[in-house]
């Protein structure tokens, strides 16, 4: 079992930089790492994941540039930096684990979900 705490979240002016943390505990040997969004009525997207390692990076097209996932392992914590937050940037984020290769952009396959953390962009 994984259990992933999310934070870091808030209100922020478009422009504007967040950093959200996930701190993982339990069983997080060989898992990658995700981060996911879901706008209200949308369906959940992918952002960022990151190897077990930390080596390996895979990024949406919508944030590539903007964004940098990395990884702790000392404290179990992964992050992810956006910078030049858009309005439509605004969603809840959602930290995931799963033995799944860091190119899976689909929720599905991944098996631990945290609880999520609102972002919202003003204009």
């Known amino acids: 079992q994984v259990q992933l705490v999310e934070s870091g979240g808030g209100l922020v002016q478009a422009g504007g930089s967040l950093r959200l943390s996930c701190a993982a505990s339990?069983?997080?040997?060989?898992?990658?790492m995700g981060w996911f969004r879901q706008a209200p009525g949308k369906e959940r997207e992918f952002v960022a994941s990151?190897?077990?390692?930390?080596?390996?990076?895979y990024y949406a097209d919508s944030v590539k540039g903007r964004g940098t996932i990395s990884r702790d392992k000392a404290k179990n914590t992964v992050y992810l930096q956006m910078n030049s937050l858009k309005p439509e940037d605004t969603a809840v984020y959602y930290c995931?684990?799963?033995?799944?290769?860091?190119?899976?952009?689909?929720?599905?396959?991944?098996?631990?979900w945290g609880q999520g953390t609102q972002v919202t962009v003003s204009s």
């Open positions: 995931a684990a799963g033995r799944v290769p860091v190119t899976t952009t689909l929720a599905k396959p991944y098996d631990y």
């Open positions: 339990g069983r997080t040997f060989s898992t990658a």
């Open positions: 990151i190897s077990w390692s930390g080596g390996s990076t």
